[in-house]
């Protein structure tokens, strides 16, 4: 007998007496594993940190701005500012990065986030430690050689990876595999961008376009509450970003500005999405190497940071200062400033899509932040430029336009605003972000920057058994058979005894009864029959099984399975007769309906996966 014949029961048992018992074992697992994505997290926010700093500082004498909650390293060593350093970190880090993934893990490309959601829907919440290890190595280096992605990738894949294994490990079924996979997001993002809230939203909302994750809220809001307690616990409190003026709403003339504010998100947003899937889409037709494919979108990303080092990374730094009130161009009008907010949200876009597009390793949401903040800064210096008798401020359109943007491009209109609000630590600006958020999500129903996300709850296989007589109900019976069973169809005139004597061979206990022409008369039920031996014995030539037959619903060639299913537990028998044209052409019972079932499922399931 070897070990792992030993250890097997054992192991069986453990795993029975830890697994999920109930939801208070369900939100345990979940405080457990907020604990773990708060430490991933921050592990992986220090890597970045002390990458960053090498990179920037010490070699290209660049000095990044950071946001007020950032973890940031300092060595004390930098150098003078070499733009061509900037021009070919990119292009090195993209070269790393694509040998990383090609090697390595091919997972571990793309938003991080699209992963996440595909192991929700079609993979029963399954996901190993590999792709986001290897997804956090990729994204630090596409990071700190100046990639334009988001940290919400590796971070909302460590803490899925982690909610995934437990789940494996204590056995749990698909649907709290699924719970644990969607809190270990949350955790991930909760502590990340300090969030508790509103990683608990991005987790439970970015899933579907127009639905939400209700069986998991209460998961992702322990994992996220309990994430974000055990980073800012290391890294130190406070909010991502610092806002120290008044950002609450002073006039109601601004409504008028923050709608024209949701129609630019919008539109920028179409095009951000457009751009990022044709430049995606073109990368995967070139015919070089995949290691190569990443350095190429880093030359156009150094190609474009060498004049506009404000758009390498994730860009929060120039969202903090533009918050601060410091301008973007301390010597220029307030019209030049305005375009010049818009042309880098452009820039941003175009870096973005060659970052990602090109299969490096990101995520998207850092950077729709910064669009979104961006056109915020171009509608609030517009605005201030144009009506200087209303004293509007900027920041409070730089914040609305960071919630807004995502919320229509991400299809998450309440992540969108509580992210935000967490972000900078204040709800003074709800109002304004639900409206901009509401109408930027309304007008980009048809689209969204993640392509794994389904419609709802009844679109996707993580659901489709909760929807079961929904689907039975849809199926007609002509549509899925064209034989029936009949072994257990008798003729009326038949004595009750002689079926009796012949069910122990045909193993059948329900009988459909026929007349003599072949037209439906009833049903009899040889194990609901009261008739004892002694009586039996009696009465075997007097009593048919006419006699002790009863009339239950049939059903026809063109009704549904659903109606099929019905007579059967209604009248708890195991058959329900079909007729076409009046005549018994057969049977269906639990397993010719059940078999249908499961063929429609898979057929459903490969058709959205494909």
Request: aromatic share 12%; glycine share 12%; charged share 15%.
């Amino acid at each position: 007998m070897n070990i792992r014949s030993k250890v097997s029961p054992y192991w069986v048992r453990l795993r029975k007496w830890i697994g999920i018992r109930g939801s208070k074992s369900l939100y345990l697992y979940s405080m457990l594993i907020g604990m773990l994505a708060g430490v991933g997290s921050y592990g992986f926010a220090y890597s970045l940190a002390v990458a960053e700093h090498f990179s920037f500082e010490v070699l290209a004498g660049y000095h990044v701005p950071h946001p007020a909650g950032e973890l940031r390293y300092s060595s004390g060593h930098a150098s003078e500012l070499n733009r061509f350093i900037l021009f070919i970190l990119p292009i090195i880090g993209g070269l790393i990065t694509g040998s990383v993934i090609h090697f390595f893990c091919k997972e571990a490309s793309g938003t991080g986030t699209d992963e996440m959601v595909k192991s929700f829907h079609y993979n029963e919440g399954k996901m190993s430690l590999r792709a986001p290890i290897f997804k956090t190595i990729a994204t630090i280096f596409t990071l700190a050689s100046g990639g334009s992605a988001g940290k919400e990738g590796p971070t909302s894949q460590i803490g899925a990876g982690v909610g995934a294994v437990i789940g494996k490990i204590i056995g749990v079924g698909a649907r709290a595999r699924r719970s644990l996979l969607l809190a270990g997001t949350a955790g991930g993002l909760g502590a990340i961008f300090r969030a508790p809230f509103g990683g608990a939203m991005t987790a439970v909302e970015i899933i579907y376009k127009e639905d939400i994750e209700s069986d998991s809220m209460i998961p992702c809001i322990i994992s996220s509450v309990t994430a974000y307690l055990v980073f800012t616990g290391i890294a130190g409190s406070g909010s991502v970003f610092h806002v120290g003026g008044d950002i609450s709403l002073k006039h109601y003339n601004e409504l008028f500005l923050y709608f024209i504010l949701g129609l630019l998100c919008f539109s920028v947003g179409f095009v951000f999405v457009k751009a990022f899937n044709f430049v995606e889409n073109i990368f995967k037709k070139i015919p070089v190497h995949p290691i190569i494919k990443p350095a190429m979108g880093g030359f156009v990303v150094g190609s474009i940071g060498y004049f506009f080092p404000e758009i390498i990374g994730s860009g929060f730094g120039l969202l903090q200062e533009s918050i601060n009130g410091k301008s973007l161009s301390e010597h220029s009008g307030l019209l030049y400033v305005s375009y010049l907010y818009l042309l880098i949200a452009f820039l941003k876009i175009i870096t973005t899509s060659f970052t990602i597009g090109s299969g490096g390793s990101g995520g998207v949401f850092g950077p729709s932040l910064f669009i979104g903040g961006m056109l915020g800064g171009f509608i609030g210096t517009l605005a201030k430029y144009y009506f200087p008798e209303y004293e509007f401020t900027v920041p409070p359109f730089i914040l609305v336009g960071m919630g807004s943007f995502f919320a229509g491009i991400a299809r998450a209109p309440i992540a969108g605003m509580i992210m935000v609000c967490d972000m900078i630590g204040s709800y003074k600006l709800l109002p304004q972000l639900m409206i901009v958020s509401v109408l930027s999500f309304v007008l980009s129903h048809r689209w969204s920057i993640y392509k794994s996300q389904v419609e709802n709850r009844f679109k996707s296989p993580a659901h489709e058994w909760d929807m079961n007589q929904d689907i039975m109900d849809r199926l007609t019976i002509g549509e899925h058979f064209s034989e029936f069973p009949q072994r257990a169809i008798v003729p009326g005139n038949m004595l009750f005894t002689d079926l009796v004597d012949s069910a122990p061979d045909l193993q059948e206990s329900d009988y459909i009864v026929i007349n003599s022409d072949g037209s439906y008369y009833g049903t009899v039920s040889v194990r609901k029959s009261n008739l004892k031996n002694d009586i039996r014995e009696f009465v075997k030539f007097l009593i048919t099984v006419e006699d002790i037959s009863i009339h239950i619903p049939c059903i026809t060639t063109t009704e549904s399975l659903g109606k099929a299913l019905k007579i059967l537990l209604d009248n708890d028998l195991d058959k329900v007769a079909v007729l076409k044209e009046n005549k018994v052409i057969g049977y269906l019972g639990y397993v010719e309906l059940l078999s249908a079932y499961h063929k429609e499922i898979i057929t459903h399931s490969t058709v959205k996966r494909n």
